[in-house]
């Protein structure tokens, strides 16, 4: 885990000031990492970021503007969602399933929790092309727990996975945001109209926002059918500066989304960021359980146990976490600064 999300939960609290902002329900950071608290406490803000991307639309198709994007980029495999009269805005990006064959999942890594390697099935389903955004969490919650803010296209952090999918662990309780992004949908009739599309696509009768399987996760950042071949190292790459805010590079520090290489399906920030909630539990034997009947379809772990499953890695973890096997464990109410999450649509 990376330099300062690593240490383990429920350690006692530190009396300095300087690291106030670290405890409480978000953990609290050890001795060691004192020093390094109080710089980031004591720092002034850094306004060097590129400008985020912006939204158009031209013929009711969703054309984005990057920030390294001069002309537009027509997008028809996305659907857009819109919060609070069209200023805030949510896409989502088709991933096609998978061949009768599968696509490989798991890979070697530092501490063994990602083998065997085992084919898996998906069917098709939608990914947001973007972590959730402070903006975003706010319209639809109306609060920011998140540390580093001041920009709107910062992702969100210190969200708990029961924040997002609540107590039920089926998005229903009334607090969560899985059960208000519902809800803040609703008040602008262009979205029925997508959510119809986007089930027209998947051919259900109706589809709904949730957390992404953790295979539904890593087919998704190794780029879907195409790219998954390539054995990229990170989303998208074997360049981890190329598409990835990590240790070496983050300045201490989330960055607003969409600055990075997205890989081949279009998704930003799968690997680096923040480290992203996925819906399974998480069993050490839970691999060698799948690769028994290879390959399974469509397979997340619901048998509880007191961990759930994050992927992807953070802005303060090294290479080794930020490459697409890694896996990361952590209680389902546990909140911290490089914790995030990007919501499916299945």
Same mark, same amino acid.
């Given at each position: 885990?990376?330099?300062?999300g690593? *240490?383990?939960?429920?350690?006692? #609290? ?8 670290f ?10 990492? /004192?020093?390094? &608290? ?5 720092? +002034? ?12 639309? $031209?013929d009711?198709?969703? !054309? ?6 001069k002309? @537009?980029?027509n ?7 819109? &919060? #609070? ?8 990006? *088709?991933?096609e ?5 599968? $696509?490989?999942?798991?890979? %070697? ?5 990602s ?32 540390? *580093?803010?001041?920009e709107?296209?910062? @992702?969100?952090?210190? !969200?708990?996975?029961?924040d997002?999918?609540g107590?039920s662990?089926?998005?229903r309780?009334?607090?969560?945001? =899985?059960? /208000? ?7 602008? +009739?262009?979205?029925?109209e ?6 027209? =696509?998947?051919?259900?009768? %109706?589809?709904k $926002? ?5 295979a539904q996760?890593?087919?998704?950042? /190794?780029g879907?059918?195409?790219e998954?071949?390539k054995?990229? %190292? ?8 190329? !598409? ?14 969409g ?6 399906l ?14 399974d ?9 799948c690769?028994?009947? +290879?390959?399974?379809l469509?397979? !997340?772990?619901l048998? +509880?146990? @007191?961990?759930r ?13 930020v490459?697409? @096997?890694?896996?990361?464990?952590r ?9 995030? $999450?990007?919501?499916c649509?299945a």
């Amino acid at each position: 885990m990376g330099r300062c999300g690593g *240490f383990a939960e429920g350690r006692s #609290k530190s009396s300095s000031k300087s690291t106030q902002n670290f405890q409480g329900v978000w953990g609290t950071a050890p001795k060691k990492y /004192k020093k390094y &608290l109080k710089s980031v406490a004591l720092r +002034p803000k850094r306004r060097t970021f590129q400008k985020c991307a912006t939204f158009r639309h $031209f013929d009711r198709k969703s !054309v984005i503007l990057s920030p390294k994007r001069k002309t @537009p980029m027509n997008t028809d495999n996305t659907l857009t969602f819109h &919060l #609070k009269d069209q200023t805030i805005e949510i896409e989502m990006v *088709f991933v096609e399933g998978t061949d009768k064959n599968g $696509f490989t999942m798991g890979g %070697e890594s530092s501490d063994n929790s990602s083998l065997p390697v085992h084919p898996v099935r998906l069917s098709d389903y939608w990914i947001g092309k973007y972590l959730i955004t402070q903006g975003l969490y706010e319209a639809v919650m109306g609060t920011n727990l998140s540390y *580093f803010q001041g920009e709107v296209n910062r @992702p969100v952090e210190r !969200v708990s996975w029961e924040d997002i999918m609540g107590k039920s662990g089926e998005g229903r309780d009334s607090d969560c945001f =899985i059960y /208000k992004l519902h809800e803040a949908l609703n008040s602008h +009739p262009a979205n029925q109209e997508a959510l119809e599309k986007a089930a027209k =696509i998947l051919g259900k009768k %109706e589809v709904k $926002f949730t957390l992404p399987s953790e295979a539904q996760w890593e087919y998704s950042a /190794k780029g879907g059918k195409e790219e998954s071949q390539k054995g990229y %190292e990170f989303s998208g790459s074997n360049e981890i500066d190329e !598409v990835a805010w990590y240790w070496e590079n983050s300045y201490r520090e989330t960055k607003p989304v969409g600055l990075k290489k997205p890989n081949g399906l279009g998704l930003y920030d799968m690997s680096g960021n923040l480290w992203e909630w996925c819906m399974d539990y998480y069993d050490g034997e839970y691999y060698e359980k799948c690769n028994i009947h +290879p390959p399974l379809l469509n397979p !997340v772990n619901l048998v +509880p146990y @007191p961990h759930r499953v994050l992927r992807g890695g953070g802005w303060n973890d090294g290479r080794e976490d930020v490459r697409l @096997p890694y896996r990361f464990i952590r209680t389902p109410t546990y909140r911290y600064f490089n914790l995030g $999450f990007r919501i499916c649509l299945a």
